[in-house]
């Protein structure tokens, strides 16, 4: 069989290198058994009667996953940081509600703010943060990308969000 030197691989491995490149018009595909992995992490964020010094800051672990925050108890203003990034990340930030029902309405808030980096609403307009609210068993999450280096856009939310 002779070589058809007009086809391009679009799917490689880059030589010395452990990364797997998927070029324009390639597609990863798993087969029966396979899966692909998405990075999740789970921060717990500690009540007002644990924290003996100021509450919670937490920055962005990753750029490509999910993160879900967490409480045991009432909190208010727990910080967490969206830092610098680059184009292609993505990243859905969900703040979960209590499961056994102890806290009061709204009572547990995260400040999401940005060091290092702009951030987006879902209109395009620039804005220097958001706050999370959850309460009783209702969650609610921001589904960040970007698409611009040094930019955050938030493309989806749920749930109680204030801009």
């Not at 396979?34 to 990075?39: D, H, I, N, W």
């Not at 509600?97 to 808030?109: E, M, P």
Request: charged content about 10%; proline content about 2%.
């Amino acid at each position: 069989m002779v070589q058809d030197i007009s086809y391009n691989t679009v799917v490689y491995k880059n030589r010395g290198a452990d990364l797997l490149t998927v070029g324009s018009g390639g597609k990863v595909q798993t087969e029966s058994g396979g899966s692909l992995r998405t990075p999740v992490v789970i921060i717990g964020i500690p009540s007002v009667s644990q924290a003996a010094a100021p509450l919670s800051v937490v920055n962005l672990p990753f750029s490509h996953g999910i993160v879900i925050l967490s409480a045991a108890s009432n909190i208010q203003s727990a910080s967490f940081w969206l830092t610098s990034v680059s184009y292609g990340a993505d990243i859905l930030l969900i703040l979960r509600g209590d499961a056994v029902g102890g806290f009061a309405n709204a009572s547990t808030q995260v400040d999401v703010s940005t060091s290092g980096c702009r951030l987006l609403d879902s209109l395009g307009g620039a804005i220097s943060g958001f706050e999370m609210h959850t309460s009783l068993t209702s969650d609610c999450w921001v589904h960040l990308k970007s698409f611009t280096d040094g930019i955050w856009s938030i493309v989806a939310q749920g749930g109680d969000i204030d801009g």
